[in-house]
């Protein structure tokens, strides 16, 4: 069995070297000969380079990296994502771990990740920073909208998720095999876990321990309400495409609801004195909410109908890929 641990990486030739050293040392804890991980044959590090402007590739390969991605220009967090996935399973990797490369995740907790997978409990396993070890120094602000945004998104999948945008987590063959980012623009942490949920595969949250830099700059929240914006975006068109019936149709339920209860009330009151013209505004009101609430359902049973389609794609999309990366 091989284990890849994959470091995405933009301008992080500070720490670069330090994070892969600490990797390498986590290998040799008791769990990789003793544990559950004895049957690891093989565990390599990977770096792919988001097309930094210093030195971060040439002090990957100073601390040992085995396998180095790199290209120009700069592309964002999710199409690294989507490139370590591809490198992974070219190189035979049964499970990918992700880790940051600036040195807030601790590598000995790499054994609390692949433990679920290892056992077929789960196919992916992210990390919780909202757990017994709550994240030091997180920006309140983030802290806020990571736990709103995990409560309302989980809801709407009924499915409980406690970290929708940790980076550091581990995902078994399968997975790899069947996640695909379509938004390659901006970060892959939230659609992917959207995508999992929505191809039922199974998953689960291990709190670790992290802390932030007080003087550290975030690489991909260059501005708070771009990062809202540009989350909303993508968990938006996630949950669009996972749940197209729950999206539109719910809404259009509630209108279609509303306008009846709307024409009751201008009924109720029309039979009172047979005039319309002093309630027509609620006869008006009833109309409109009847018809965008009948678009909505309609487009509900567009959506779904397209969601079927992609089903299919999707599928024909991974027996081509297993077909490619067959071991």
Same mark, same amino acid.
């Given at each position: 069995?091989?284990l890849?641990?994959?470091?995405?990486?933009?301008? @992080? @030739?500070?720490?670069?070297?330090?994070?892969? +050293?600490?990797?390498?040392?986590?290998?040799?804890?008791?769990?990789?000969?003793?544990?559950e991980g004895?049957?690891i044959?093989? &565990?390599?590090i990977q770096?792919?380079?988001?097309?930094?402007?210093?030195?971060?590739?040439?002090?990957a390969?100073?601390?040992?990296?085995?396998?180095?991605v790199?290209? &120009?220009?700069n592309? *964002? %967090?999710?199409?690294?994502?989507? *490139?370590a996935?591809?490198?992974?399973?070219?190189n035979?990797?049964?499970i990918?771990?992700?880790?940051?490369?600036?040195g807030?995740?601790?590598?000995?907790?790499?054994?609390? %990740? %692949?433990?679920p997978?290892?056992?077929?409990e $789960?196919?992916m396993? #992210?990390a919780?920073?909202?757990?017994?070890?709550?994240? @030091?120094?997180?920006?309140k602000?983030k802290?806020?909208?990571?736990?709103?945004?995990?409560?309302?998104?989980?809801?709407?999948?009924?499915?409980?998720?406690?970290?929708?945008t940790?980076?550091?987590?581990?995902?078994?063959r399968? +997975?790899?095999? /069947?996640l695909?980012?379509?938004n390659v623009?901006?970060?892959?942490?939230q659609?992917t876990? #959207?995508?999992?949920?929505?191809?039922?595969?199974?998953?689960?949250?291990?709190?670790?321990?992290?802390?932030?830099?007080?003087? *550290?700059q975030? $690489?991909?929240v260059?501005?708070v309400?771009?990062f809202?914006?540009?989350?909303? &975006?993508? #968990?938006?068109?996630?949950v /669009?495409?996972? *749940?197209?019936?729950?999206f539109?149709?719910?809404?259009?339920?509630?209108?279609?609801?509303?306008?009846?209860?709307?024409?009751?009330?201008?009924?109720?009151?029309?039979?009172q004195?047979?005039?319309?013209?002093?309630? $027509?505004?609620?006869?008006?009101l009833?109309?409109?909410?009847?018809f965008?609430g009948?678009?909505?359902?309609?487009?509900?049973?567009i959506?779904?109908?397209? &969601?079927?389609?992609?089903?299919?794609?999707e599928?024909?999309?991974?027996?081509?890929?297993k077909? /490619?990366?067959?071991k």
């Amino acid at each position: 069995m091989k284990l890849i641990v994959n470091i995405p990486a933009y301008n @992080e @030739e500070v720490k670069i070297g330090e994070t892969i +050293t600490r990797i390498r040392e986590s290998f040799s804890d008791d769990f990789y000969s003793q544990g559950e991980g004895k049957n690891i044959s093989q &565990k390599l590090i990977q770096v792919v380079d988001d097309g930094s402007s210093d030195n971060t590739v040439g002090k990957a390969r100073e601390a040992g990296a085995d396998l180095i991605v790199s290209y &120009k220009p700069n592309r *964002r %967090l999710a199409y690294s994502f989507k *490139r370590a996935v591809e490198n992974s399973l070219e190189n035979g990797a049964d499970i990918m771990v992700n880790i940051d490369a600036d040195g807030q995740f601790d590598p000995d907790d790499i054994p609390k %990740l %692949l433990s679920p997978i290892l056992s077929g409990e $789960r196919d992916m396993v #992210i990390a919780s920073r909202f757990g017994k070890h709550e994240a @030091e120094n997180m920006p309140k602000i983030k802290y806020f909208i990571n736990r709103l945004a995990a409560k309302i998104i989980g809801f709407f999948l009924n499915y409980p998720i406690d970290d929708l945008t940790c980076g550091f987590r581990a995902h078994n063959r399968e +997975t790899l095999l /069947r996640l695909n980012v379509t938004n390659v623009n901006f970060t892959y942490t939230q659609e992917t876990i #959207i995508d999992a949920i929505g191809k039922k595969l199974k998953l689960k949250w291990v709190p670790v321990k992290v802390s932030y830099f007080a003087d *550290r700059q975030s $690489r991909i929240v260059k501005s708070v309400w771009k990062f809202i914006a540009n989350s909303s &975006k993508i #968990i938006l068109k996630a949950v /669009r495409d996972v *749940r197209p019936m729950k999206f539109f149709g719910v809404p259009g339920l509630m209108l279609v609801l509303a306008s009846f209860i709307v024409f009751i009330l201008f009924l109720f009151h029309y039979f009172q004195t047979f005039q319309i013209t002093t309630y $027509r505004n609620y006869l008006f009101l009833s109309v409109i909410l009847l018809f965008v609430g009948s678009q909505l359902l309609i487009f509900a049973l567009i959506a779904d109908m397209i &969601k079927t389609n992609r089903n299919l794609t999707e599928e024909q999309m991974y027996l081509l890929k297993k077909d /490619r990366f067959k071991k």
